[in-house]
DNA sequence: GGGAGATGGTTGGCGACGCAACGATTCTCC
DNA sequence: GGAGAATCGTTGCGTCGCCAACCATCTCCC
């Protein structure tokens, strides 16, 4: 709220289109993705990159709570996810050893193979419907700009873990499907 | 050049870091704007877009199906959705004079005020998450970016008309919230 | 004019997700 | 050492969206 003056700018005058592309972008994109990886191997694109963060984890294992965060979903709805692939057989629950309340997902050796068979498809995609679509020299910007939105939105108190590489200590990234 | 990448290199070596980011701060920035929308409108996101599509549209109504292709929303999500807004008072439905078989959801004074108390909310959002946190030379590289991303996945067949801007005539823009 | 097919919107059934509430376990601190 | 608070994951329930099937109407063409 505060509609009053603000730091920035007034929010009228606000030229929209970059804001309307960027939500349009993400919205078709993410729509086609997941419409190419669930007919050509019948995974959602949630699925898909639950599977790739298990393979990326060392032990290919992870627990709950901390899928939930990478994968931006809640609790409940990581549970959920997890009940789907476990039927699948793609995934295992496990018990952890150092903390009797937590429960562990790990990638069974069918599910690793899912996503190896997969990853071509997905990787594909972001080839050719991201990267392909965005001048390269604008591709660093394009990263740099992303990364610092999302970066502004995290919880203040929270560490906000990033995600993704530069975390995990080196392990398991042999088996990941990105260069298989 | 720099990392030089052919126009179609292979999938393998491919630097995620930019898709990443951009899928990441998607998830946290819609999420971001539909709770602070919710927490002070008790509207959500996708019922805010509606309601500005509405009130952009001359007239102030607009064709069922035109409004699932601009929302990016399947016909059955949007005859729910717009259930929804009818039950709330924000928008009336009406059958179309020139086609028996059409329905038009036309936005009540309810709905444009309710509109008009929720846009500061969102331009706020829009202008502290989004265009804050870039460069504020790296904005138009974006919008370019996402406009290339978003345009190469039109369906080839399909119109894929830049909704949006460009096509009004610019009849009841004055009615519109963003500059209320 | 009238049937075949296309088009517009609604409905039933379902899947996926969030929130709040709940056990279960661990941590904290006296 | 044990009571109370914090944490972890699951479950009940509500919401939102999609797909397929459906009915109504429009269009085309004989």
């Known amino acids: 709220m505060t509609t009053e003056r603000a730091p920035s700018a007034s929010t009228d005058e606000m030229d929209l289109g970059p804001w309307r592309s ?6 078709r994109l993410a729509r086609r993705m997941d419409e190419d990886l669930r007919a050509v191997h019948a995974l ?8 790739l963060h298990l393979a990326e984890a060392p032990g290919r294992r992870l627990r709950m709570g901390r899928l939930a965060d990478s994968l931006l979903l809640s609790k409940s709805g990581v549970t959920r ?3 789907r692939l476990v039927d699948d057989g793609l995934v295992e ?4 050893a150092s903390d009797a309340r937590g429960a562990e997902a790990s990638l069974t050796g069918s599910g690793l193979a899912r996503l190896r ?8 995609g972001i080839r050719d419907h991201f990267y ?3 001048d390269g020299d604008d591709v660093p910007v394009v990263e740099r ?3 610092a939105v999302a970066a502004g939105l995290c919880e203040p108190g929270g560490i906000c873990d990033h995600q993704d590489a530069a975390e995990h200590p080196g392990p398991a990234h042999d088996q ?5």
């Open 117 to 124: 068979a997969a990853a071509p498809t997905h990787l594909a």
């Open 44 to 51: 959602s694109l949630q699925e898909y990159e639950t599977l």
């Open 81 to 83: 996810l997890i009940d």
């Open 22 to 27: 960027f939500l349009h972008a993400h919205a």
């Open 176 to 180: 990941v499907p990105a260069r298989a």
């Open 145 to 147: 700009a992303m990364h």
């Open 132 to 134: 392909a679509a965005i």
């Open 93 to 96: 629950r496990t018990s952890c």
